[in-house]
């Protein structure tokens, strides 16, 4: 089934930890996301990606980096982490135009402490 | 710069009711706009999408909502409420002149009552 798949389903990390989310889509689409999902706050992009090779910063970049090598996988990398990264974590992904608009992976839910 | 606006975090309605729930967007130029629905504990789904065919937008599981340009609106409705609507409902706009970026409301959570 085409889609996109996020590992892990759930994690538990020590503060300080590094970690890398993983994303990988089998849809071909050009464009993929990363957004962190709190209660009140809906969800805010993190880090984008238009094309494989690129990548840009979204609305709260700090303390998280992404690399896009090829076009299926876009993994997100908590370098340090602290606390106030514990979230639900969402890829994303679309084709160039994305009128379509996202198809989205089940989540990651991160927890620091 | 676009942005959404979510009127109302919480709508609770009786099992068999209307469903409205509101959306406002802000867009400098004609927008694309989404209505996502998010289960407890799964990812988002496409409810339904406009862009710039017609303006009203029907989706899946019963709900549509129409495009009012005068008003920036893009209410989401259903004629008759059931208890497996209850979810998280994201209204969504975006421009594609900011490379395909879509920007999120905050959510509204539907809840039915029996």
């Known amino acids: 089934i085409a889609g996109i798949t996020q590992a892990p389903t759930s994690q538990i990390l020590a503060a300080g930890r590094r970690m890398t989310l993983r994303c990988t889509q089998d849809?071909?689409?050009?464009?993929m996301y990363w957004y962190r999902q709190d209660l009140g706050l809906g969800l805010r992009l993190i880090h984008y990606?238009?094309?494989?090779?690129?990548?840009g910063k979204g609305e709260v970049p700090d303390g998280y980096s992404v690399s896009r090598a090829n076009t299926d996988d876009f993994p997100l990398t908590l370098a340090s982490a602290v606390p106030s990264q514990t979230s639900v974590y969402f890829c994303?992904?679309?084709?160039?135009?994305?009128?379509?608009?996202?198809?989205f992976g089940s989540g990651t839910r991160l927890t620091v402490v | 710069a676009q942005s959404v606006t979510q009127l109302g975090s919480h709508v609770s309605v009786s099992e068999g009711a209307l469903v409205l729930l509101r959306c406002n967007y802000s867009?400098?130029?004609?927008?694309?706009l989404f209505w996502y629905v998010q289960y407890p504990n799964q990812g988002l789904q496409l409810l339904l999408k406009?862009?710039?065919?017609?303006?009203l937008v029907k989706g899946i599981n019963g709900f549509e909502a129409e495009f009012k340009k005068s008003e920036t609106s893009f209410h989401l409705t259903k004629p008759s409420a059931h208890m497996s609507d209850a979810a998280e409902y994201f209204c969504?706009?975006?421009?594609?002149?900011?490379?395909?970026?879509?920007?999120f409301g905050s959510g509204t959570r539907l809840s039915i009552r029996p």
């Open positions: 867009s400098s130029v004609p927008p694309y």
């Open positions: 849809m071909r689409h050009n464009a």
């Open positions: 990606s238009n094309t494989a090779g690129t990548t």
């Open positions: 994303a992904s679309s084709d160039s135009k994305g009128s379509r608009g996202y198809t």
């Open positions: 406009y862009t710039s065919a017609a303006t």
């Open positions: 969504a706009v975006s421009d594609w002149s900011s490379a395909s970026k879509i920007i």
